[in-house]
């Protein structure tokens, strides 16, 4: 029998693929998605102090512009509230929700 060598024949290749890196796709960045309008709806049920406070608590719009928008939405039916991407829109849509207001989401063309 011969004996094995002691260069590096026939671990090369092995060496190789065991150190090329695994690149992963990097996840879209929020900025490039498509973007969202978050449209707050009128009710008949909640007070001008909820919606507001409500708005507040989960944008980042100023005080002056949550009483706009409330106000908005109780004389035409809705207001647009904000546009960002899918992900975050369905996210203050389930936080609205949790908070009893009415927020659609819809693509902004």
């Known amino acids: 029998m011969a004996e094995p060598s002691s260069g590096t024949v026939g671990t090369t290749a092995t060496a190789n693929a065991a150190a090329a890196p695994v690149i992963k796709p990097k996840p879209p960045r929020p900025d490039l998605l498509p973007p969202y309008k978050v449209i707050l709806h ?22 002056e512009e949550a009483i706009q928008r409330t106000a908005e939405a109780h004389m035409s039916g809705c207001a647009l509230l904000l546009v960002t991407h899918k992900e975050r829109a369905e996210l203050y849509q ?16």
């Open 42 to 63: 009128n009710d008949e049920v909640n007070t001008f102090e909820h919606v507001i406070a409500t708005i507040l608590n989960l944008t980042h719009l100023t005080q």
């Open 94 to 109: 389930d936080q609205f929700r949790s908070a009893s207001l009415t927020v659609t989401i819809e693509p902004d063309e």
